[in-house]
């Protein structure tokens, strides 16, 4: 992370309101000054079971082969390929069976000239042998054979390191573990992975009208949907989330809860607070007892979001209203956490192209972040789209973003829809 810059941005603008706002672009560039390079993060090592999904720290040199024998491909027998040449069904060539090799107990003999051992797929194949007949091109009598088919030589065999050869870079830095990877890496005798750490994101919610996650609204009080939700989000980036429950809205308890997770925290996400209110003290806190780079941002949701650095830890005010929640954590918070847990910064969106069913206006000078529900090939807007109205991301199957530099889309324009 670069050092602190020596300037707080503007002084309180409680009850007063914004004299200017930053752009996204602003923003943006600010969290990829304080974002640490890949080969500095922190890694671990994990059991390879618990591995899925993670970030590989380091690439991965395989130190044997895959398989390390000969073995074979097909359920037949092994034999020599040139004494096949001539076989047809009506021109049986005859062999002597001399034994069986299966998987995991092969045969200890060498096979010689007029001779076939019974092999069965995966197992290792015999000295002398370079070619595996199918057993449907067979006939078996007895410790007889009568072979009714052609094979050349290496036919229906697998060869030492086929699949892994000794030496060879198996899985690179910076790959997102599949199930597959997991079953490559255990093939090489792997029980665990290196990967990442997972970065600690405190999320610190405020609210004298909370009440928490599980619990039923009642009288004037409404339960905490930002906390679950980002908890899901920073699990989602590759982040570890910590939320200590509930804080007052009061100075004294947003700064013990920002400086306590502070000190195990790699980043501090603070949702409410963060506006013009009088009792939104988080801005000020951040600038009092850190370094408050940027407050008030020219977007539509999420204009009153802001960031810093608190105890050297990168910090995101986050607004209480939902969907500007949301909004103001894909933008600008999860590319961070993205970032420290070793992954793109980029969106994890899917994108489609889609014509819209009406226009969407929006103001020079500002990004939109608009919902739209797909029919079909259309995309049509949501209705309801106020930035307290949560539901209008679960109605939406995604969002448009409209630049700064546009007042808007006309209707039947082809967007750019990033699905949910």
């Given at each position: 992370m670069n050092p602190m810059p020596p300037n707080n941005v503007s002084s309180d603008v409680r009850m007063k309101g914004f004299a200017s706002r930053k752009t996204v672009e602003e923003a943006i560039e600010w969290i990829d000054s304080q974002l640490p390079n890949f080969s500095n993060l922190p890694s671990e090592e994990v059991s390879l079971l618990e591995s899925c999904g993670r970030i590989l720290a380091a690439d991965v040199v395989s130190s044997v082969n895959v398989p390390g024998f000969n073995r074979s491909m097909m359920d037949g027998f092994a034999l020599r390929a040139t004494e096949t040449h001539g076989a047809t069904p009506y021109n049986p060539l005859p062999f002597k069976i001399s034994g069986g090799s299966?998987?995991?107990?092969?045969?200890?003999?060498?096979?010689?000239?007029?001779?076939?051992?019974?092999?069965?797929?995966?197992?290792?194949?015999?000295?002398?042998?370079?070619?595996?007949?199918?057993?449907?091109?067979?006939?078996?009598?007895?410790?007889?054979?009568?072979?009714?088919?052609?094979?050349?030589?290496?036919?229906?065999?697998?060869?030492?390191?086929?699949?892994?050869q000794s030496g060879s870079t198996l899985l690179s830095a910076r790959r997102t573990l599949r199930p597959q990877d997991i079953g490559v890496l255990s093939s090489i005798g792997c029980s665990q992975a290196l990967v990442i750490r997972r970065p600690r994101v405190g999320i610190l919610i405020t609210g004298n009208e909370l009440l928490p996650c599980g619990t039923a609204p009642r009288d004037y009080q409404i339960t905490d949907a930002n906390g679950p939700m980002l908890h899901s989000l920073v699990k989602r980036d590759g982040g570890q989330p910590v939320m200590p429950g509930l804080v007052p809205d009061d100075r004294?308890?947003?700064?013990?809860?920002?400086?306590?997770?502070?000190?195990?925290?790699?980043?501090?996400?603070?949702?409410?607070?963060?506006s013009v209110g009088q009792d939104d003290h988080a801005p000020q806190?951040?600038?009092?007892?850190?370094?408050?780079?940027?407050?008030?941002?020219?977007?539509?949701?999420?204009?009153?979001?802001?960031?810093?650095?608190?105890?050297?830890?990168?910090?995101?005010?986050?607004?209480?209203?939902?969907?500007?929640?949301?909004?103001a954590y894909d933008f600008f918070a999860g590319r961070a956490i993205r970032a420290f847990s070793g992954r793109n910064t980029e969106w994890p969106y899917r994108r489609v192209q889609a014509k819209l069913t009406r226009k969407l206006v929006s103001t020079v000078g500002r990004v939109d972040y608009a919902r739209v529900k797909l029919i079909g090939n259309n995309a049509e807007p949501i209705s309801i789209s106020g930035a307290s109205i949560l539901t209008s991301t679960t109605s939406a199957d995604g969002f448009v973003i409209i630049p700064s530099n546009s007042e808007g889309?006309?209707?039947?324009?082809?967007?750019?829809?990033?699905?949910?």
């Amino acid at each position: 992370m670069n050092p602190m810059p020596p300037n707080n941005v503007s002084s309180d603008v409680r009850m007063k309101g914004f004299a200017s706002r930053k752009t996204v672009e602003e923003a943006i560039e600010w969290i990829d000054s304080q974002l640490p390079n890949f080969s500095n993060l922190p890694s671990e090592e994990v059991s390879l079971l618990e591995s899925c999904g993670r970030i590989l720290a380091a690439d991965v040199v395989s130190s044997v082969n895959v398989p390390g024998f000969n073995r074979s491909m097909m359920d037949g027998f092994a034999l020599r390929a040139t004494e096949t040449h001539g076989a047809t069904p009506y021109n049986p060539l005859p062999f002597k069976i001399s034994g069986g090799s299966f998987p995991g107990s092969p045969f200890s003999g060498t096979v010689f000239p007029g001779q076939a051992v019974c092999i069965m797929t995966g197992a290792p194949m015999p000295d002398g042998a370079n070619a595996v007949l199918p057993v449907e091109n067979t006939e078996r009598q007895g410790d007889s054979l009568l072979a009714m088919g052609e094979v050349s030589a290496g036919k229906h065999v697998g060869s030492v390191g086929e699949d892994v050869q000794s030496g060879s870079t198996l899985l690179s830095a910076r790959r997102t573990l599949r199930p597959q990877d997991i079953g490559v890496l255990s093939s090489i005798g792997c029980s665990q992975a290196l990967v990442i750490r997972r970065p600690r994101v405190g999320i610190l919610i405020t609210g004298n009208e909370l009440l928490p996650c599980g619990t039923a609204p009642r009288d004037y009080q409404i339960t905490d949907a930002n906390g679950p939700m980002l908890h899901s989000l920073v699990k989602r980036d590759g982040g570890q989330p910590v939320m200590p429950g509930l804080v007052p809205d009061d100075r004294e308890s947003l700064l013990a809860s920002m400086a306590a997770m502070s000190e195990s925290a790699d980043i501090l996400l603070v949702s409410g607070g963060s506006s013009v209110g009088q009792d939104d003290h988080a801005p000020q806190l951040v600038a009092t007892h850190g370094m408050l780079a940027i407050h008030g941002i020219a977007m539509r949701p999420s204009s009153p979001a802001g960031m810093g650095l608190f105890n050297n830890r990168l910090v995101f005010l986050l607004p209480g209203n939902p969907v500007s929640c949301l909004c103001a954590y894909d933008f600008f918070a999860g590319r961070a956490i993205r970032a420290f847990s070793g992954r793109n910064t980029e969106w994890p969106y899917r994108r489609v192209q889609a014509k819209l069913t009406r226009k969407l206006v929006s103001t020079v000078g500002r990004v939109d972040y608009a919902r739209v529900k797909l029919i079909g090939n259309n995309a049509e807007p949501i209705s309801i789209s106020g930035a307290s109205i949560l539901t209008s991301t679960t109605s939406a199957d995604g969002f448009v973003i409209i630049p700064s530099n546009s007042e808007g889309y006309a209707a039947e324009t082809i967007i750019e829809v990033f699905l949910y």
